[in-house]
């Protein structure tokens, strides 16, 4: 079966610095992957989405990368501020032969940005 | 402004008694889902549809029945709710199909006693 996998040890770093978060996949070739954020109580909000025809994607600080291959997406947060505080949630989208609308969620990895 | 909006935001209920948790899309999505949350789980997909009259299963349907009657509307019923479907709701759209972002709603927290 299709599986997920995210650190669920939440990454505490210092202000300035860049965080790294792994997202890995098995048992299936998504044709994109995607990546949210979420904070507490709220629902998740979409950061970035990535083909996988795709080696490398960014938006203003966040820059994502898409490892077809190993089967891994990481998700880099550069000059990391306070604000950036949250969980992040990978989503691994279906294969090209599978229904589009099923759409699975990694569990997430929290990060704690201190100043 | 552009929101999916479920009501209610919170709930206290019994076990067995039938409760409808609506969503509504002001956006003309195509595309709408339900997921619940729950902690070490994570997002698990419980329903989705592709479009007005066309709904399928997640990955975790026992229990939940949903229907799309109209493109805005996206309601989850539970006819029986036990204990195990205390959860954190989250309602979600997104405008075509492959288009692949999803616009979530605020959540509703379910409690089943």
């Known amino acids: 079966s299709q599986k997920i996998e995210q650190n669920s040890e939440a990454l505490n770093i210092q202000e300035g610095k860049t965080a790294t978060l792994t997202c890995n996949y098995t048992n299936y070739s998504p044709a994109y992957l995607q990546w949210y954020r979420q904070d507490p109580g709220r629902g998740p909000v979409f950061l970035l989405l990535?083909?996988?025809?795709?080696k490398e994607k960014r938006k203003e600080r966040l820059k994502v990368t898409f490892d077809t291959t190993l089967k891994q997406s990481l998700f880099h947060i550069t000059a990391s501020q306070p604000a950036d505080s949250a969980t992040y949630l990978c989503a691994p989208g279906p294969e090209l032969t599978d229904s589009w609308g099923k759409l699975q969620f990694g569990a997430g990895t929290q990060v704690v940005v201190t100043p | 402004e552009a929101q999916v909006t479920q009501n209610p935001r919170y709930l206290i209920t019994v076990t067995g008694k039938k409760l409808t948790v609506t969503c509504s899309q002001n956006?003309?999505?195509?595309?709408m889902s339900w997921y619940r949350q729950d902690p070490g789980l994570g997002l698990r997909q419980i329903y989705y549809s592709m479009n007005v009259e066309v709904t399928d299963k997640g990955d975790v349907p026992e229990g939940y029945k949903v229907s799309r009657k109209e493109k805005r509307n996206f309601p989850l019923i539970l006819e029986s709710p036990s204990p195990n479907q205390t959860s954190l709701y989250f309602c979600?759209?997104?405008?075509?199909?492959?288009?692949?972002?999803?616009?979530f709603g605020e959540g509703s927290r379910l409690t089943v006693l």
């Open positions: 956006m003309n999505h195509e595309y």
């Open positions: 990535i083909r996988e025809n795709e």
């Open positions: 979600a759209s997104s405008p075509r199909q492959g288009s692949g972002e999803l616009f």
